[in-house]
């Protein structure tokens, strides 16, 4: 349901928001201006650094702009021009395939005589984000597809094909230690529930006793070192969870007390051997044979040991969401591994020879793309697709033109919707609730270590539509103080009244 403030969303018009408003006070930008002035002017910031960029929608007028030219570290706001470029290069209503090929199809009796592969192709819309929480749903979509296929058995082995993306799973200058989290999880052309698992721990029935582990979805795949204690009622205590790079083995310390419960989350390492495992279980749970055992290949697979798919029989195949249901699954919880296999997706289609990696080659596009929305060389310096990169570089004055020109795209109400809403969901969920911006602004926030950023749409009480960047580096406040500060530079241009 769209918000009510929300009227019509014509292309190429500012008619994005509705212009209804009380009648308010006139105020002038200068007031705006200095409002905003003695916020970020506070000896607090000093030694942080502040970049801001409004501009009005209506009349092209700066409202306000400090440092908006200076390259500062964006977050998760790279989300936006990902977003953008998914919109604009792949078409919002494009679906992935998902392929299964055998050497022949299935015989009389419904086995297939050899390996059945299931071929990835960037699809990571298979996954309980997408089908309300359902942490089953994914991998039946998947199992329905081979037995309408009519198989009943597999002779081989399953194998998971990964090679239609060339490169290392993992954006540029990623952090060794964001790995094993759920935001850090390896992107891969087959891409299941998010590659992690949810975890749920639950105190034994007396002090002493380990605490015991639940997973969603339900798996196998990660073997658990349970070091854990439960201890007496009334102690704090917590379940710390340690995956070491390139293993498996997940190593659970700490403790809950008698009738504690806790809840968190580890990435898995090997992505399509996690993809292909959970399937195997699948298949076999639903009654489907698979004599041999799971196995995966990847792009320096295909290197050695070339696999011509145009020789081998699809058998089945299975398409997922589109992509613009994709981008909005990507933007509204900031999902980083959403984020970047976009980036890869675009690299895979505009990749100049089969050789380039496709990293390297969606951030070529990006540039072109860039070039397009009128942004010039040197004011966007992406690593790769997320945000989560300390590498990521861009200022508000390319955000703000970024978003302006979204306004004119025809994937724009798309777009629009994409974007968190304050106070509804998404990123913004908790944010602005009871303010002039809940349910008025449409952003994308960001934020990593000293970072927090924020940048979108907002209507003033004047009616006025104002695009805006806000974001804040190195400041080393405590905890939640520098979004909080972030937020009321935005609150302060939803209850402006000036126009």
């Known amino acids: ?77 790279t989300k936006m021009y990902t977003g953008s470029l998914a919109l604009d290069r792949l078409g919002a209503e494009t679906r992935l395939k998902t392929s299964f090929y055998a050497a022949e199809k299935p015989d009389a009796e419904g086995k297939i005589h050899g390996d059945l592969t299931v071929y990835g192709r960037g699809d990571f819309s298979f996954g309980w984000r997408f089908f309300d929480n359902d942490y089953t749903k994914a991998t039946a979509l ?30 540029t200058d990623w952090a060794v230690d964001d790995l094993q989290e759920y935001y850090g999880a390896l992107a891969s052309a087959l891409t299941l529930d998010e590659s992690v698992l949810d975890l749920e721990f639950t105190a034994g029935a007396k002090e002493g006793e380990a605490c015991k582990i639940g997973t969603k979805p339900e798996s196998d795949y990660l073997k658990f070192d349970n070091r854990t204690k439960t201890v007496a009622k009334g102690e704090k205590a917590s379940v710390d969870i340690y995956r070491p790079i390139g ?45 041999g055992k799971s196995r995966t290949r990847n792009w320096l697979d295909q290197d050695a040991a070339p696999v011509d798919y145009a020789k081998r029989v699809e058998v089945a195949s299975v398409e997922g969401k589109t992509i613009g249901e994709m ?20 690299g895979k289609k505009t990749a100049k020879s089969a050789d380039e990696e496709s990293a390297a080659a969606g951030l070529k596009e990006m540039r072109k793309f860039l070039g397009e929305v009128g942004i010039k060389k040197g004011r966007v310096i992406l690593e790769e697709g997320s ?83 806000v974001m804040l580096n190195n400041f080393s406040g405590k905890g939640e103080e520098g979004r909080v500060e972030s937020d009321k530079v935005v609150q302060m241009l939803a209850e402006w009244g000036g126009k």
Not at 38 to 65: E, H, M, N, R, Y
Not at 261 to 287: I, N
């Open 1 to 77: 349901m769209k918000p009510h403030y929300f009227a019509t969303l014509t292309i190429g018009a500012l008619s994005l928001f509705s212009t209804s408003c009380k009648t308010v006070p006139s105020q002038s930008a200068n007031t705006l201006s200095e409002q905003i002035t003695g916020l970020i002017d506070q000896p607090k910031f000093a030694q942080a650094q502040w970049g801001i960029k409004v501009v009005s929608l209506d009349t092209g007028k700066v409202l306000f702009d400090r440092n908006s030219d200076k390259l500062m570290k964006p977050a998760s706001n």
């Open 142 to 171: 998947l199992v329905e597809a081979v037995k309408h296929a009519g198989i009943k058995e597999v002779e081989g082995d399953l194998v998971g094909d990964e090679s239609y993306f060339r490169g290392p799973p993992y954006g």
């Open 247 to 291: 293993e498996n083995t997940v190593y659970l310390t700490g403790g809950l007390p008698v009738g504690g419960k806790s809840t968190g989350s580890v990435s898995v390492h090997d992505p399509a051997k996690f993809y292909v495992t959970q399937l195997k279980r699948g298949l076999e749970k639903a009654g489907v044979k698979v004599g």
């Open 327 to 346: 981008v909005k699954g990507m933007m509204k919880p900031s999902q980083n591994l959403y984020a970047h296999t976009l980036l890869l997706q675009v």
């Open 387 to 469: 945000g989560l990169s300390r590498g990521c570089l861009l200022t508000p004055a390319s955000s703000v033109a970024l978003l302006t020109f979204m306004t004119k795209h025809k994937a724009f109400p798309i777009f629009y919707d994409a974007l968190p809403i304050a106070g509804v969901d998404g990123s913004l969920k908790k944010r602005f609730k009871g303010t002039a911006a809940e349910k008025n602004v449409h952003a994308k926030t960001g934020s990593i270590e000293f970072v927090n950023t924020i940048s979108g749409y907002v209507t003033n009480k004047a009616g006025e539509k104002l695009v805006f960047s």
